[in-house]
C-alpha cells in the first residue's frame, strides 16, 4: 500500500500550530518571528512524520528572446523601410524579435554593431546592403556560426546567402524606357559614386551602356553629390535634396536636356520640385524617372515612372533564408549537418507612370 505523503497540514495538527506557521517555517520565512521553541517543534515533528519537502522548481532563465538583427545603412530611404517591413512581417510570424542597426555608412558605426553580436547572441544576421569589404574577415567568421544573408549588388561575390540585386539591370531598364521614348539627351542624378557604394555605380553603369549601344554615352549628364555627403549622419531629406539641388545646379548650367533621371525614387522627388519651382512642365518639357517603386511614387502629384524590384519581398526571402538555416542545423541527415548556400533574384519591372513622355520636339 502506498504511503501516505505528509503535508504542512499534518504537522500543524501534530504541532499544535496553524499551517500557515508551518509553512513559513519549513519554506525559511526569515522575515517572520517565530519563538525559538515553536521553530524546534514545528522542525522535530516535520523530522518524526517523515515529511519530504516538495521538490522546487528549477527557475528557469528568463526565456531568451529569439533575436534576429539587421544591418542598415539608413533609415531616410524608403526603400529601407520597406526592406524592414517584409524582414519584420516575416520575422513576427516566425515569433522572432528585430534589433536594428542603423551603421549611417560609417564604418566605426559599423565595426562597432559588429563587436556587439557575441554579447547580443542573435540566430541570425540580414544585412540591407552590401557589408564593408574592411570586415568581411569578420562577417565570413560570424557566418560559420549562425546564418548571415545580405541582401546585395549581385556583381558583389561573396560567401555568404544573398538576395541579389543586378543594379546594372535596373539601369539599363531605366535607359531602355528613355530611348524607346525618343530621348537622347538626358541627365543622371545620383549620391555620391563612390567605390563603397559599388551598388550606386552600378546602377549608373547599366544606364550608360544602353546609352553607348545606340552612340549616344556622350549625350548623358552625370551629376552627382560630392563625396561629404556619405560623411554626415543622413537627414530625412538628404537624398531628396541632393535631387533638389543638383536639379537646379543643372539647369543654371542651361543644359539641354529632356529626360532627367534619378537613382532612386527620392532623388526622383527632388528633381521634380526643383523642375515644378523653375516653371518646367513634366512631362511635356522634361521627363523624370526614379527606381525603386517606394510608396510615395504613386502617391506624388504627377506619380512617377519608375522601377519595382520587389524590395518588400527581399525583405521576407531574407527573413525565409534565414529561418531555413536555422532549421537545417537542428535536422541531420546520415548523421551531417546539411550545408547550403541560397542566391535569390527578381526581375524588375518599369512602371509607367505619368513622369515620361515622348521629348519635347517630337510632340
Known amino acids: 500500500m502506498k504511503k501516505k505523503k505528509i503535508t504542512s497540514t499534518d504537522i500543524a495538527k501534530a504541532a499544535g500550530v496553524s499551517q500557515s506557521t508551518v509553512s513559513m517555517i519549513l519554506n525559511k520565512k526569515y522575515n517572520v518571528s517565530f519563538s525559538k521553541e515553536t521553530v524546534e517543534k514545528v522542525e522535530k515533528t516535520a523530522a518524526r512524520l517523515g515529511y519530504q519537502p516538495p521538490k522546487r522548481k528549477v527557475r528557469k532563465e528568463s526565456r531568451k528572446e529569439k533575436l534576429l538583427v539587421v544591418f542598415c545603412s539608413n533609415l531616410t530611404n524608403p526603400y529601407y523601410v520597406m526592406l524592414l517591413q517584409g524582414i519584420e512581417t516575416?520575422?513576427?510570424?516566425?515569433?522572432?524579435?528585430?534589433?536594428?542597426?542603423?551603421?549611417?555608412r560609417s564604418l566605426k558605426m559599423e565595426e562597432r554593431y559588429l563587436r556587439m553580436m557575441p554579447e547580443l547572441s542573435p540566430l541570425g544576421i540580414i544585412y540591407t546592403c552590401n557589408p564593408s569589404r574592411c570586415y568581411m574577415d569578420m562577417i565570413e567568421d560570424l557566418a560559420g556560426k549562425i546564418p548571415i544573408v545580405v541582401v546585395n549588388n549581385q556583381n558583389e561575390q561573396m560567401s555568404v546567402d544573398a538576395v541579389e540585386l543586378d543594379n546594372s539591370k535596373l539601369g539599363r531598364l531605366m535607359a531602355r524606357h528613355l530611348l524607346e521614348l525618343g530621348h537622347r539627351d538626358v541627365a543622371y542624378i545620383a549620391p555620391p559614386l563612390t567605390i563603397r557604394q559599388k551598388q550606386r555605380s552600378k546602377r549608373v553603369e547599366g544606364f550608360l551602356k544602353e546609352f553607348d549601344r545606340q552612340g549616344l554615352k556622350d549625350h548623358v549628364i552625370i551629376k552627382a553629390a560630392d563625396e561629404a555627403y556619405d560623411m554626415n549622419v543622413a537627414n530625412i531629406d538628404s537624398e531628396y535634396?541632393?535631387?533638389?539641388?543638383?536639379?537646379?545646379?543643372?539647369l543654371a548650367e542651361q543644359r539641354e536636356v529632356t529626360a532627367i533621371v534619378g537613382l532612386n525614387d527620392m532623388i526622383a522627388f527632388g528633381i521634380l520640385d526643383a523642375l515644378q519651382e523653375e516653371k518646367y512642365k513634366v512631362p511635356g518639357d522634361i521627363s523624370v524617372m526614379g527606381c525603386d517603386n517606394t510608396l510615395f511614387a504613386r502617391m506624388h502629384k504627377v506619380s512617377l515612372t519608375t522601377v519595382e524590384h520587389f524590395v518588400v519581398f527581399k525583405g521576407r526571402d531574407a527573413c525565409d533564408i534565414i529561418m531555413k538555416k536555422i532549421a537545417a542545423g537542428t535536422m541531420k541527415y546520415s548523421g551531417i549537418e546539411p550545408v547550403s548556400t541560397y542566391h535569390v533574384e527578381y526581375e524588375p519591372k518599369l512602371i509607367v507612370r505619368g513622369t515620361t513622355s515622348y521629348p519635347k520636339k517630337l510632340n
Open 241 to 250: 535634396k541632393i535631387g533638389y539641388d543638383l536639379t537646379k545646379e543643372l
Open 90 to 104: 516575416r520575422a513576427k510570424e516566425a515569433g522572432f524579435g528585430l534589433f536594428i542597426c542603423n551603421t549611417q
